[in-house]
């Protein structure tokens, strides 16, 4: 089937139409500045990119926008949006509602917006996007996919926070965990590469500019990083990962801060771009520490040790661990970091091949021959997944 993923911003819309059928990419775009002028970015393999400048208003606009250039018959590929046979949305926050992908109706709908207080800043986009595809396309079955459902497996032990019981069963507060369709894909793609075991144990690792990690069981997440939002974990690019609470009230009493700007420090201002005074950007900081920037090194050094620590715990909490996954911008690329996180891990059994590490963006197993942990770099891919679920509830 031919289907359009949508992930709808505040103010962009990142789109891709492909077949859920092996994957098949037939064009893929991004409409910015919502709300502003307008901005498309239209790629289809094989061309030229289109870059256009489109009044977007609203989403509803963008929407149009990117159906507009898709018939288009120089810069488009198809005769009609009816050959559109459905549309997959990313939805960030699914809440305690939602466990799987599931059609969108007046339901789901409700029960997105209920969960804004959860993802203030994504929810609201994610339906807007939806909305303004029910619009424009009001007889093309629309699916949403969450970004939280795969997480949904975990058991109270690794969900539930130690504070009074009562913010759980009355406000919803546990851990959700998120990047659970880049987790979900590369998985399943880490059990194959296993050889499909009646029993697996796999660490994900999906590291870039936002990064977390999950610990998978039989294809099951029974563990990950982030928590109720996504600022928990280890650093990233601008977010700090977990910290002592003990920090927020020290800071907000010593500089007069408020919650709102306190929160903004963490999401925007620390992670190795807070340690390093340089850059969010992982090429950056290694060009800086090769020059000798001392906390340049630093953020790269911790930001390998947190994850090297959380690998540590999720094998302690699995049993033991069959495969460790390197995906996303960072695990994908630098085979510097990579090699960074494994080294201490010996005593588990992880070698790596230094050979075969220096790779960037291919599926392929890195381990050496004597490892008695296979380590795996698998490209992630979202919006593949995102077009299988939605072709498997509109078949």
Known sequence: MKILIINAGSSSLKYQFMESDGGEVFARGLCERIGIDGRLTHKVPGREDVKQDIP??????AIQAVLDIMVDPEKGVIRSTDEIAAVGHRVLHGGMAFTESCIIDE???EAIRKCIPLGPLHNPANLMG???????????????????AFHMTMPPRAYIYAIPY????????????????????????????LGNPEHSRVICCHLGNGSSLSAVVDGKCVDTTMGLGPLAGFPMGTRSGDVDATILEYLMGRYGYDIKEMLNILNKKSGVLGISGVSSDFRDLDEAAANGNERAQLALDKFAYEVRKFIGAYASAMGGVDAIVFTAGVGENSTDMREHICQGLEYMGVKMDA??????????????????????IIPTNEELMIAM???ALCR
């Open 107 to 109: 339901k789901c709908i």
């Open 166 to 193: 009562e913010y759980y069963e009355k406000d919803d507060v546990r851990r959700y965990g998120f990047h659970g369709t880049s987790h979900r894909y590369v998985s399943a793609r880490a059990i194959d590469m």
């Open 355 to 376: 050979e075969k590490n220096r790779v960037r963006g291919r599926e392929v197993d890195v381990s050496a021959p004597d490892s008695r942990v296979r380590i795996f």
């Open 56 to 61: 977007m208003p609203t989403h509803g606009e």
């Open 389 to 391: 679920d939605t072709a």
């Open 130 to 148: 939806i909305e303004a595809c029910q619009k424009i396309m009001p007889t093309t079955p629309q699916v949403a996919v969450f970004d939280t």
